[in-house]
Nanobody
Framework: QVQLVESGGGLVQAGGSLRLSCTAS????????MGWFRQAPERERVFVAA???????SYAHSVKNRFTISRDNIKNAVYLQMNSLRPEDTAVYYC???????WGQGTQVTVSS
């Protein structure tokens, strides 16, 4: 059974930073591209960032140059470093094994103005 567990969310002031972590079990982690998504209240879940098996990265326009996705295949983990946070980044953040239906439970990020 696949499990994804996110951590690292919290409350931060605008301009601050947070680092989200997602650890995976039950699959050969290194064989999959991974992604981060977020869902703000009363909004759809949207793409934030992705990292391929080989380490190629892609970002939503709204977070480019502020967020960095990375992975550690030995630790079965994917990370999202979030800098220069804005109130509009407030959302529940989810990690996902791309091309599958496996999602984590989410971690809340709240950015105060």
């Amino acid at each position: 059974q696949v499990q994804l567990v996110e951590s690292g969310g919290g409350l931060v002031q605008a301009g601050g930073s947070l680092r989200l972590s997602c650890t995976a079990s039950g699959r050969t982690f290194s064989a999959y591209a991974m992604g981060w998504f977020r869902q703000a209240p009363e909004r759809e879940r949207v793409f934030v960032a992705a990292i391929s098996i080989g380490g190629a990265r892609s970002y939503a326009h709204s977070v480019k140059n502020r967020f960095t996705i990375s992975r550690d295949n030995i630790k079965n983990a994917v990370y999202l470093q979030m800098n220069s946070l804005r109130p509009e980044d407030t959302a529940v953040y989810y990690c996902r094994i791309l091309t599958t239906g496996y999602w984590g439970q989410g971690t809340q990020v709240t950015v105060s103005s």
